[in-house]
């Protein structure tokens, strides 16, 4: 172990533009569960379908009830020692920029700047019809009073929903007619949480200048992803392509394991304040 963090950091010495690629798997340690298990298949029931959420109120109703009982988990996360690591690597000019595949704002809230969000943010609600982009909070709040029959219980000894890393929630209900569903304030359209559904594309717009913040890389250093989406594994791909070198933490394997030419099979949060 000693010895792979002197190669880390000796790696984050050699390379002064390193491109940080992060997953659910750096998120954990905030109390946010991992999509996938360490053989990197996801757990759980069928995610929600972009297309399936546009057309059908049902699944809307559905979305938003069990979304409504697993944000709470998400809006009281906070960043841990790794997100903070990599603000502070950041900020000392030893990382390029960050690209996530988290939903969950906690690389913004631990101070990261140079930073894209993949697939969105959860803490945004997004209008389909005039693109006016709502806090999460205030809908939440809403929903809440809206639907108070379907508030989450807790602490401890009560039933709480399995919160899931994008705000939905294993929660069985078998009514959801009944549910009132959230509309924009600014001209009444359908709302939508400001992430990137299954079956949907990333903005063609964000997927440029990821693009290009990872073409200006001279490295890429890998945290807490299996890289199974393959949003995420082009970056590796990419990277691998133009011969810039790859390192990866993380527990398990990873869709790119013969791409990576430094592995580091650890906890993200226990490595990265290693580095700084
Ligand atoms: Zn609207």
């Known amino acids: 172990m000693k010895h792979e963090i002197d190669q880390l950091q000796d790696f984050l010495q050699r390379h002064r533009r390193v491109l940080v690629l992060t997953g659910a798997g750096l998120s954990t340690a905030s109390g946010i569960p991992d999509y996938r298990d360490k053989d990197g298949v996801r757990r759980g029931r069928n995610p929600i379908q972009g297309p399936d959420f546009r057309k059908s109120e049902a699944v809307r109703r559905r979305y938003w009830a069990r979304s409504m009982a697993g944000y709470p988990t998400l809006a009281g996360a906070s960043p841990n020692a790794g997100h903070r690591a990599l603000a502070e690597l950041e900020a000392a000019g030893r990382i390029h920029g960050i690209i996530t595949q988290n939903v969950d704002g906690l690389h913004t809230r631990a101070g990261s ?111 807490g992803s299996s890289l199974m989406v393959f949003s995420g594994y082009r970056f590796a791909k990419l990277a691998a392509q133009a011969n810039k070198p790859i390192a990866a933490i993380n527990l398990g394997k990873t869709r790119a394991d013969d791409l990576i030419g430094l592995k580091v099979e650890a906890s993200a949060v226990e490595v990265l304040p290693l580095l700084v």
């Open 113 to 223: 700047r140079k930073l894209i969000e993949l697939h969105g943010n959860i803490h945004g609600v997004v209008c389909l019809d005039c693109r006016t982009v709502h806090p999460r909070a205030d809908i939440q709040a809403w929903l809440a009073q809206a639907n108070p029959a379907l508030v989450p219980t807790g602490p401890a000894g009560e039933v709480v929903p399995e919160a899931r890393p994008d705000g939905d929630a294993e929660v069985e209900l078998d009514e959801f007619q009944d549910f009132q569903l959230p509309y924009c304030g600014a001209c009444g359209g359908t709302l939508q949480p400001d992430v990137i559904f299954f079956g949907d594309n990333i903005p063609s717009e964000r997927t440029a200048d990821a693009l290009a913040m990872a073409e200006e890389a001279d490295a890429v250093l890998v945290v």
